[in-house]
């Protein structure tokens, strides 16, 4: 999955650029940098059979709420449940004037682990059968069953001593590639010396590893204004296994061919903003922020009230 942290700062620069911090509070970005270490591989979605709604407004249902949980980086698949998937059961319930959606993520042994109510929908519209209707319904509910997931896989975590939440990662440093001057050099460098901390250790050697991450440069000659370049940077944040999890992209316009020499301070303010960045996609896979869900009431819950 990947997501991307924009840096703009629009102002020419000569031997050095002042970098503000962006990534400090991430807010809203962290829960989509890390959501790709699910306990499911994927997440089936099943056609339901929902009194009130025709076949093709069901089928319609399971097809807009994978792609919604897709779009939230869940592996979301909508097809019958298959055997060793996890997979969400839909339901719904009249309440008052309302049908009230609800959802339940079950294990592959079709036992409830966690749920959650969707938004009321009036009993008029439900029988409408509005495709839009059906497409915000599973809009809306897609955030609530991802957070749930979130909560499973901390929990999941939780229990494990082995896990990123109890030890620190371990990461390798491939370097940097492509950028002028002495560029790759002397970001490689400051980020690495940028990096350390208390619950992540970096290193050169890239076997047994938690993490790699690889810094990517690009320079480009801009038409307006004249004379002038940008440079990007992606700090790119895999797996071992070439799973991208996230990348911190910097971008920036220069005075052309400034940056063909020694970087200096340049590199140091690049690499200490990146280092940050990239620990906060390392920290949010690690599920160390995430709140472990608790245990359902009854484990041997399968099934869930319908119409």
């Known amino acids: 999955m990947r997501r991307f942290l924009p840096l703009l700062l629009p102002i020419a620069l000569s031997g050095c650029f002042d970098m503000p911090h962006p990534f400090s509070n991430p807010g809203d970005q962290a829960k989509y ?41 869940v592996p979301a698949i909508a097809q019958p449940a298959r055997r060793g998937d996890w997979w969400l059961q839909i339901t719904a319930q009249p309440q008052g004037g309302n049908i009230v959606p609800h959802y339940a993520l079950m294990t592959p042994k079709n036992q409830m682990r966690a749920e959650r109510d969707g938004t009321p929908v009036s009993a008029a519209q439900w029988t409408l059968n509005d495709p839009l209707l059906i ?122 061919h400034s940056l063909d020499g020694p970087w200096g301070d340049t590199a140091l303010s690049a690499a200490s903003e990146a280092a940050e960045a990239v620990h906060t996609i390392i920290t949010n896979y690690s599920g160390r922020t995430h709140t472990p869900l608790p245990a359902p009431a009854s484990e041997s819950k399968n099934t869930s009230k319908g119409t």
């Open 135 to 256: 497409k915000t319904m599973a809009t809306e509910a897609a955030p609530a069953i991802t957070d749930l997931l979130t909560g499973v896989q901390a929990s999941l975590m939780q229990q494990d001593p082995n896990s990123l939440m109890h030890r620190p990662s371990k990461t390798c440093f491939e370097g940097v590639q492509g950028a002028p001057g002495d560029g790759n050099v002397a970001l490689g460098r400051a980020f690495y010396s940028s990096f350390p901390n208390n619950t992540d250790t970096i290193q050169t050697d890239c076997a047994k590893v938690d993490f790699i991450i690889r810094g990517v440069a690009k320079l480009t000659t801009l038409q307006t204004p004249p004379s002038t370049q940008q440079i990007e940077i992606a700090w790119r944040v895999r797996t071992p296994k070439g799973d991208e999890l996230g990348a911190a992209t910097q971008i920036h316009a220069i005075p052309a």
């Open 33 to 73: 940098l890390t959501t790709a270490n699910l306990p499911p591989s994927r997440l089936d979605v099943p056609t339901p059979k929902l009194a009130g709604l025709s076949d093709t407004s069901a089928t319609l249902l399971a097809h807009e709420l994978a792609t919604a949980m897709v779009n939230q980086s």
